[in-house]
Each structure stands twice: as structure tokens, then as C-alpha cells.
């Protein structure tokens, strides 16, 4: 209420603020915290702005924002931690799988800090109640344990799969909840060929937007005549071994799941197929590569001295041993089972809007050609099999590399057509009873009859979101969820208004008149503070008939000098009228401006101070403007711009 | 350890009353908890588990609601369990409880302290819901086709439930999110204001649970949504007093506020109308019918509900089911009258004149200081727990001088008693002019001066019209002149919206700002002492005195 400034006004300032905030900057952000704290009575839509815009700014620039919540919340507190903790689960959840693992580093130490009282409080709760931080880790260890129960059951897959002609892909059978992969077939498919086309044709990637630059072609020059199968295994196994156990310390690392999927791989062909002692030597050397850099990014460039293809110089793009893994982790479907299954016990938001996202994330220029029909591999075989060394795969064995290599800041999950998997499906079922028929006869047979327990239910199941305080229902669609919110907004404000109230003398208003009453429309508490003060205004303003409806005029306290209180309008030479205000318990005049020293009545300064060319058209003699009285020079120093107009004002009345 | 009525020591007891236990009461499916609680005490009740309801409006799961004076019942439709404790004693301004004239008050012997509390298994509940989707039923088919949605009548004897039903049929209807428009008739109890008004009111938002059907504005706010009731007076319990023609007047004035409202209230319009009315309409009184007549025409009346009188819904039968409606499209869309028998509830309790005066005082004090009663409900989400929530009203006394006022009185020899206690001082006056001709002599010179009273642009015509017949001449509406009449003490003076020299008629039809509760009257100076509830000068508007009814409050101001 300090402000004056409708919610509307303030949100939009705010979130024009937010959209310059594209980095990290502290400065930004304890600027955007103050301008919280100065503008909580609109928390609730400063709120809303900071969730969309943390749901549509592009993935780099939702750290910076979720950081303006972390600094909002701790140093604001209430009644921010309020409306933000109510959609915090989807707003992180949905910020977090788009983001790159460095990124989610921060994100869950971030996250860990809201799990405790804010540093240096005396306030022992932590920052946000334990219940929404507690959805939110549980989520997240689940997508984690998930993405590795995945990545196993793939690895199977792949074996399985390995060499049987027309398999059906690997993920119907996935612990991939199927309903939402089958939702899009095609939009998956889409996705799966362009990796593979890059592992064949291996060009045109571009270096550019390489994260991990470590991960850079080594030579391979080591040869050995002979190899030993059974000693390969064992170095294999070896290698998984340190592979699992370096998973389950960094299981967030893609080069580390990237590295154990490709080593179960290989150790599920050497078990299966019969090769040839020059394919195990390769094979050998690789694995020997790999043994003496366990910190090195699986995937080797084969040298191109050996030239068992015909193909151009195999160069295994780096980047898909970043995004591969990454998209296992936080597999679609994965992930959109998993919000899907707590956003039920969540007070679910709105999913987020994949139209707004979508044109922000750095598009690939060259988007998978759907008619290429052939399926992704591991890097690793796929450089070993573009030597000749394995069999081509004639089936596509799993659909784990489905990402483009080529969007190294975008996160893989946002691929074109798939990414319709993702969001949080939390269709509302119910209709409103309005819309659904209800048929009851009204004649006394049909009244009289048994109980209707479907159509009682209208009255309680079906409005299942219901309001702690006064018991009120709403739907637990999308829009019943917006009207709570304002519902219990409107409980927050009026229990503080009332607080406020409680130290001033309040009274009973004048009934309203048959005109009034009739224009009149009951206002729902889901409506605007400033429209429910207003129309209370209306109601127990009725005392001074000058200030009903319309716009508000301007008033002044009345002078309680007594000379001032008999000086009349300079303008109209009328005396102001002193009528007592129940709003802010004094005595008013209405329709009164203070300019300088002096009381007009607004109407007439308005009027004055409005029309035209003042001087010419009046018919003031020019003259006076510079006529120098005391009033006037008084004047000038309030700074107007138009002299004359206020010179009129001012020399009329002497 | 003492019986009921032999309690000569439970006064010493009552001082020293330690709250028992709370107790819990387990409602099965379909049932109700019916309690009185006396006017004094306060229980207090919250809601464990399961849904339940008080009137239709749903009580929210551990809230503490606190209740006083009350005789009322909580329903459930899927079982639950409540908790009922005894709440503290209510100290009242000078001690004396609003039902005090009893004595000291009576903490009963039920749970939590309840006067009477018992589980009901059978309620008419099914029914009463069965009529709100009957109701919802015609109001998709309003909003389908553009008519007007349905208009109810609630009719029935004294204490047979029609207020309950009109709460349950209103709280349903908000429930859903429509927006009825309730309009209460009796002028024995008033709904968001004191006894002797007859109002209409738009329903968006829940009733409150505690008090009634909420509170009227205030300056400042409320933790339920207050309810903007559009007010007239008729300081007479009788609706038939004067033939009727008043009351019928009034009527047809508020009708046509409604139907206003209607007719730009999209969302009322959809909704339509609920009527409660005085259980007096339906004692078989020659004028009765013909006053139902009345109000079904003027608010075209789809639908009438009968509760608890054969003989009623036969005499209803015979006269309206199946007529066309008296809505301006009734020919058009072939809008037909309805009549619908429902059952009396078997909570209903007779509430006695004791009681009644309790509840009108009750009224009364709250509408000047707000409610006494401090209520937890909704202080759940409030940073600061501890401030109360009940809210409590400053009215401002002052003194006026008697001269400047121009006061109104209904000069209508009573149906019940000849006697005429007027002031004595009056008595001479008011016998020279007689209603009709005192009125016109003494406004005619003025009329010029000030304006008439402000009036419904488009509707005062028809008004006018529905009055003229009657005769302007006969309304029996009579301006106090000095001195002041000392009767005036200790009763309300309602301040109408019409100007201080507006015609008997204006002054009749006019719907009122508020009361004003005179503290005192002294004749020889020309001043009285006046309690209202806005601070301030007294709109110089034309005042009607409610000597009849609502009557002598005493103890108001002490």
C-alpha cells in the first residue's frame, strides 16, 4: 500500500528488470531483493513474474534468476518464502533438468542452504519449510537412481538386441514410464538418426561449443601381435569395476557414465561375437588406452594410420560423451514420470509453457532427418565398427544418444519434438459442475428422492483443493489452483490488514442506496486489494456525497489555522467546506489542492491549469507574466515549467 | 450431582466454572449434531475429521469456531468427528449478558456446555440438496438460453426452518460459485442487519459459520468477506399492518431494486432469487394469500418451497402451480410456476419470545459495537496468532438538536393491541391532522426548496405508479414535531436515503443508510442523544422512527 501502484504495474517493472539480469551479478540481484522487499504487499506477483521468468529465460540465465529467489527469500522471507514455496518444486525441478551439470552443482548447494535457518537468524526454521525442499531432494535422487537403473537395463538391452534383425527399439521395453514415450514415437525416432548420421558421415561437427576440451584425439600407437581373450575380459572387467565405482561417486559426471556404458558395451560383444584376432587387438589397444587414464573421457579417435575403412577420418565428436549420459540421467520419460508422480502430492503449477521455451534454446542448424532410419551407437563401438572390427548393427539398439552433438549449452533433453515428453502432465480430469449437466426435476416426486450421491459430490469431491482457513473448495484444475492462490492471498492480506485495523477505532458504514446497490458487484475475494478497498471506499465514503464513485478527487487535511480556514479559493473566491473523513479520521477538505502556500479547490486549479493558451486566449495581459509579486516570485521557485499558466492562477484572484 | 431446574447452587458454580474436557462426537454418514447454546456462553467447536457442515456452509478441518446464542445444527454427508469444548463466559459492557434477563447465565449440561446436544440420524438434508440441483438444474438452463434463473419462495410456519433452508440453499449456490440474490421479508429477524428491515443482498462469497449470515460493511475489514445488504425499514412485526400497504409498498420497491440488479448482474441474473419470508404469511389469515400473491408477482416467482404445512402447500397448490410467471418473457418462454412440499426438519425447536428478544438485541448490539465474540476462525494464517479477530465497532455518540431533524412515524393503530401509547404531548397533534392531509400541508411550501428524494432513474416511474393506487394520501406516515416525544428513548431511528422534506411516500419507499440508537431524550432543550454508527455529521436525510418495532432496546449505552 505504500506504493500505491497497482500489482499489475509492479510486475511488469519487475520483470523488465529480471530480463536485464543475465549473468550472475550481485549487484543485480541484491537490487532486484530490495526491490522485493520494498513492494511486499505485491509479492504475490512478484512471485508469479519470477516463476515465469525462471521458467522461460533461456538455460544460462536461470542461475542468475534462481539466485534472485535464494537472495529474495532469505532476506525477505515471508511473504515471499510463501508464495514461492508453493510452486518451488516444479519451478526448480523444471529449471534443473535443463541446465548443465555445473549448473546443478550449484543448484543442489543452493538447494542444501534452503534446507537450513538462514545464516546469521535468529529464526531457527529453515528457509523454506522441509516439505518443499524435501519433494524436491527425493525427486532428484530418484531421477538419479532411475537414470542408473536405466543405463543397466539398456546395457541388457543393447546385448539382447545386439544382432537380431528388426528389434523392436530397446525403450519400449525401458523403465521408461511407456506411456509417455509412446505418446511421441516419432518425436524419440526423430531425434535417434542424426546421431547416427554423424558417427558415420563424422563430419561437420563443429569444435566451437565444446565443453571439455580434455577430451581431445589421442594416437594410439601401442600394437600387440597377439591377444588374449580371456585377459581382455579381465581387463575389461577391470575397467568397469573402476568405472562403477567412480559412477557411484560422481554419478552426475556424464564422461563417467559415458565411459561405463561403453565398457559393458564392449564386454557384452567380446562375450557375444566371435572376433577376429585383429579386431581383438584393436580392440585391446583401446582398452589399454583407456586403462592408464581412467580420468579421460572414454571415447579415443581411432589413428587414422589403420585404414580398415573407406570413410573419412573417424573423429568421435567429444560432445556426444557429454550429452549422451546426461540424457540418460534425466531420460524424458524418466523425469516427466517422476514430476508427474510427486507434482500429485505437490500443489502443482501450471506445466511449464514449452512454447516459451522452446524458441530460447539455441536451435540446432542441422536437425535430425527423420528418413535416416538408422540408430545411434556408442561412440566407442561405432569407431570400432567404422573400422570393420564389429559387424554393423542392422537393428537400432537403444535410443540413449539421442541428442544432437552439436548443442553443447543447450541441454539435451530440449531437443526439437521431444521435448514435448518433458513437461509435468498434470492434466486437470475434472470439470467444472457448471459445464458438467446436472438434471434434477424441480417438482416434489423428484426431490423427495434418494440421496444423489454423485451430484453431493459436486459439492466436496470434485472441488478437492481446499482452503485450510475457511473451509472454502476449489477445483484442483489449473484455474481452481489460481483461485486459491488469490483466495489465500487475499486471507494473508486481510488477516494483515486486520491486524492493522485492530489499532484504530473502526465502525459500522452507511448502508449503500438503491443506485449503488443495483451498479454494485460483489467482489470475491479473489479479487484485487485495490478493488475491494475501493469499493469499501464507496461504501463508507456516502458521508461526503462529493467523493462517491468516479475518480478520486484529491483532498487536504483542514487547516486547523484559523486564518487559513477562512481564506476562500483564490480562484472561485468560495470557502472550502470541512467534512470529516472516515478513512483518515480527520477532517477534510474535499476537492482541495495544496499549491505552494495556497488552498484551490481542484476542480477550479484543474481547470485553469488545463485550458489552452492561457495568456492570448484569456485575454490576461501578457504583461503581468513578469509582473514581479511577492506570490509570484514565491511561486517560481516551485519550478514550473509553464510560468503562465500558473501566473494566471496566481494574479486572477488579487 | 444437581438436576436441571433444581440448580440453586449452580450460579456460585457457574463463576467458578473450569472448562470441562473437550469432548468428541462422532457423526456417522448423513447425519446431524443439533445444539443450542445459550446466549452468555460460548462453545466452541472444530471439525477433527471427515467434512461436515453448518447451514450448507462447509467448516474447515481444525479450525476452532466459537459460537453463542445459537441454536443450530452441523451436518455431515460423509461422517466426521468434532471436538466441542466449553468457550469463556461473555462479559458483556455492564456485565449484564444480552439474555440476561434470565439471569445469570445458563451454561447447560451437553458437551461443551451446550443447553441441548444430540446426533440426528434423520434430517431432511436429502431433500434440501435435492432442491439446490434441482435449482442448479434450471440455472444451466437460464445461462443456456438467456432467461432469468430460477426465483425461489420459501414459505412455511414460524421456527419450521425456512431461514436454514434459505442459508443452505444460499451456501450451496456460493459453493459452485453462483451468486444468488437473498432477499429476507421477515421483519422479525434481520439478515446483515437489525430486526424491522426487509433486505436483498448478493451472495459471492461464504456465509459466515459463526454469526448469522456476516457482517454488513465496516470501515475496516473482516476475516469473511462482508455482504452489501440493500436495506429498507419497516418498524412492524406484522406485515399486514395498515392492510398491508406498507408492507406491500416496500416490497414492490425492493423487488424492483432486484430485479435492477438482475437485470445487469449477469451473474445474479443466471443465479435468480431466494426469498425467505415471515413464518406469519403462512398462518391461514385472510390478506395472507393475498400478500403472497403480492410477493410472487412482484418478484415473479418460479419456484415455491413449502416446508412443514400441508395446508399451506394445498392452498399454494390451488393458487399457483402451473401458472405462467409473472416475469415480463413468463408468456413468451412458458415459464410456469412450480410448488414444492419439503419436509420440516425434526431440529427445528421452537424458539421462544425470550429468545427471540435475545437474538434482535443481539442484532442490534452488533450492528453499533460489532461482535463480542472473539473468533479463531480465521486467524490461521495471520503472522500475529494472537490478535483476535473479532472485530469491535466505535459507534460515536453525539448530540442533535431536535429541531433540525425531521423525523417520520408510522401512525397505524396496531392489528393486535387499539392502544396507542403515543407521547402524550403528541397525542393532541397527531389527532388534529390525521394521516394524509398534515403531510401535504406541511411539505407543500418546501417542496420547492430542495429537491425530492433521490430515486431510481427509470424506476421511479413504475414506483410512483404501484404507490399511487394506494393512495399517497393514506400512507400513515406522520412527522414528529416538537418536543421531542420522551418514548423516543432507548429505540432506533432508521435514516433513510430520502431528503428531509421528501413526500410520506418517498420517505415509505426509500431504502435506508442506517440506524441510530437514541440514548437519550431531553424535551425541554430540544436535544437528543444519539449513538451512530458513523462518525460525524448526520446525513440530513428523512428519519423514521421504529417505535413499534424493533422497540425499546435498554441497556445499549450505559
Redesign the interface.
Known sequence: MSSGLASDEVAEDYKNSLEDLTTNDRFQISNLTVIAKENTEHAMAISRVLENHIRTTPPAQKLPALYVVDSIVKNVG?PYTLFLGRNLYQTFMNAYTLVDSQTRRKLDEMLKTWKEPVPGSLDTRPVFPPEVTRSIESALIKARTAALQQQQARTQQDILTRGRVGTPPAWTNSPTPPQSMSRHPSAANQALPGHYQRNGAGHGYPSSGEPYPRATPTPQAQQRSEVDLSALNRDIEALIATARSDFANNPLEPSVQQRLKALLDLQGILQRQELTQEQLKLVRDQVSALAPRPAIAAPQTIPPSVPAVSTPPMVTPPTQTLSQPLQQLLNPGTLAGLIKATAARQQPTPPPQIHNILPQIPTNPSVPQPSVSAAPENPLIAALRAQGLLPPASAPPAPFTAAPPNVPSAFPLIVPGQVRVTPPVATPQTQ???DS????????A???????QM??S???ET?SN????????FFATEDGKEKKARH?DW??R??????E??R????????????D?????????EQDLAETEAS?EG??G??STAAKKGPPKPWIHAPNDATLRNTPCPICQEKFES??S??VQDWIWQDAIKVGSRVYHASCYAEVTKDGPPPASRGTPSGRTGTPDSVLGKRKAEGTDSPGQHVRIKTEPM | MSLPGLDLTQPSGDREFAPAPPSQISLPKGSEWRFEVAFGTTVRVKLLAGTAELFGTELAPSQTYTFSGTKAAIYTWHGCTLEVSAGETILTLDGLAPGGVNGPTARGLGAGGCQSEYVAEETPMVEYANVHFALETLRQEAKATGKDGPRVLILGPEDAGKTSLTKILTAYATKIGRQPLVVNLDPTEGMLSVPGTLTATAFRTMIDVEEGWGSSPMSGPSAVPVKLPLVYFYPMQNPLEADGSVYKAIVSRLALSVTGRMAEDEDARETGIIVDTPGILSQGKAGNVEMIKHIVTEFAITTILVIGSERLYSIMMKNFDNKPTASASAAASDERVSVIKLSKSGGCVDRDATFMKAVNESQIRTYFFGNPIPSTASAALSLSASSTTNVTLSPHAQQLDWGALSIYNYTIASLDDDEDEYDPSQLGAGDAFLPGGSNDMDQTPQKEESPAAPTLPGIAGPVKETVSPAGASTVPLKKLTAPAPAGLANSLLAITHAGPTASPAEVRDASIMGFLYVADVDGEKGKIRVLAPVGGRVPGRAIVWGKKWPGEVVGLVG
Open positions: 515471508t467444472s459442475t457448471s449437466h446436472i438434471s434434477v426435476q424441480m417438482n416434489t423428484s426431490i423427495k428422492m434418494c440421496p444423489r451430484l453431493i459436486s459439492l466436496y472441488r481446499r482452503c485450510g482457513t475457511c473451509g472454502q473448495r489465500l486471507h494473508f486481510t488477516n494483515q490488514r486486520m491486524s485495523a485492530a484504530r477505532a473502526q465502525n459500522r458504514s452507511w448502508y449503500v442506496d438503491e443506485r446497490w443495483i451498479k454494485s458487484r460483489e467482489a470475491g475475494d469499501g461504501v463508507a456516502s458521508d467534512t470529516w472516515e478513512d
